[in-house]
């Protein structure tokens, strides 16, 4: 918990690096989503069979004009927009980086594979060199799942001993 803790205190208190190149790849997604979106009201859909054109969407130049002249496809907020794509795609990156330096370092490490870990002190050399007394407290059954085997073998042994004495 203490190197949880740690992990915690490193990501709250260094400033925003990242070196991941998902980073950009989701930037550019968040641009190109954000750009669609926008055109997507100038598209004009041509039906089948109308003459001289091809079946599809389009959009018209003049449309297209008219849209960056009055701020581009996210209507000048450009700037905000941009900060806003940046922070998220960064924070997605540095959360999946988080949690998996926590399940490498804090749960895999420390819990798991570590020399003190808690698997490593109970391996089968520690089972092995164990006192009789104290793997049966470890690892027994409980006295009454004991009784009840002993009472059944008896009775199997009483019942064997009666077949043998009817076929007899």
Partial sequence: MKHARFLVDVELNRPAVNCNPS????????????????????????PKGTRGVREGSY?????????NRNGGADGGSDVCVRIHDVMK??????RSRFVDNICAQAVDHFLLSAKGSP????????????ANEDLEMTTGEEAASRNKRSMLKQRIELLEKAVKILRG
């Fill in 89 to 94: 795609s960064y924070y997605e990156v540095a």
């Fill in 119 to 130: 698997l490593r002190v109970f391996d089968s050399m520690f089972v092995l060199e164990m």
């Fill in 59 to 67: 959009i018209g130049v003049d449309d297209l004009n008219r849209n």
């Fill in 23 to 46: 980073f950009d790849a989701s930037i550019t997604k968040a641009k190109q989503a954000r750009v669609v979106g926008a055109l997507r009201e100038l598209v004009v859909e041509v």
